[in-house]
């Protein structure tokens, strides 16, 4: 079945980047997404990528889409302490474009 | 804001009960699909709804169940409510038939139960 791989935990200090990282198996998916979940909310659709593109820039945020390997980066340029969330990755899978995500990354922006 | 809205935000009920969680579309959007997200984990597809038909489903029993109405909103109803049941229920539309699947959720309803 559908699988998405995600590192439970990142620390960053403020102002640096942050490469948030994520591996799948379905290598089907037409687009692949990331969301932001902020404590006690629902999640807040940051971007998303079409499987046919190597890269993808938006404001501070860039996604990088490795097909060969399975592999998905969110790209946080100068982080803020309001970028402290969980980050999920997701894509879509089966006839019904349901999402299948990963456990989520939690980001710690500190000063 | 998504324009997606939930109801209630949060809610307990005795393990053995049922409840119903309900959905308000944004707008223009007909599809609705429900997650359930236990704690510390990632949202796990349940059901997808449109055009008031249930379009897909997860690994889930029949306990849950859903419709969606004229409008495009939604309930997921919950049989016999089980202690693991808790967790936040997340509902997203979308617009079928569009190549790219943007889902926006709502802020959730967080379930306990006890």
């Known amino acids: 079945g559908e699988d998405v791989e995600q590192s439970l935990f990142l620390s960053v200090r403020e102002g640096d980047s942050s490469v948030i990282n994520c591996t799948y198996t379905?290598?089907?998916?037409?687009?692949l997404y990331w969301y932001k979940q902020e404590p006690g909310a629902g999640l807040q659709l940051l971007t998303y990528i079409f499987s046919n593109m190597d890269m993808k820039q938006d404001q501070r945020l860039t996604v990088l889409l490795n097909k060969k390997d399975k592999h998905l980066s969110l790209r946080i340029a100068d982080t803020q302490t309001g970028d402290s969330a969980i980050y999920f990755c997701?894509?879509?899978?089966?006839?019904?474009?349901?999402?299948?995500f990963g456990a989520g990354t939690r980001l710690a922006v500190h000063p | 804001e998504t324009g997606v809205t939930q109801s209630p935000t949060h809610l307990i009920k005795t393990r053995g009960q049922q409840v119903t969680l309900r959905c308000s579309s944004q707008s223009g959007h007909n599809t609705v699909s429900w997650y359930q997200q236990a704690l510390g984990q990632g949202p796990q597809f349940i059901f997808q709804?449109?055009?008031?038909?249930?379009?897909g489903r997860g690994n889930f029993p029949p306990r849950f169940s859903g419709l969606q109405f004229p409008n495009y909103s939604s309930e997921l109803n919950v049989n016999a409510l089980e202690l693991d049941d808790s967790a936040l229920y997340l509902c997203a539309s979308s617009l079928a038939n569009t190549g790219n699947t943007e889902a926006f959720f709502g802020q959730g309803t967080r379930l306990t139960v006890v």
């Open positions: 709804y449109y055009r008031e038909e249930e379009n």
């Open positions: 379905d290598s089907s998916s037409t687009y």
């Open positions: 997701a894509l879509i899978s089966g006839g019904y474009n349901k999402l299948i």
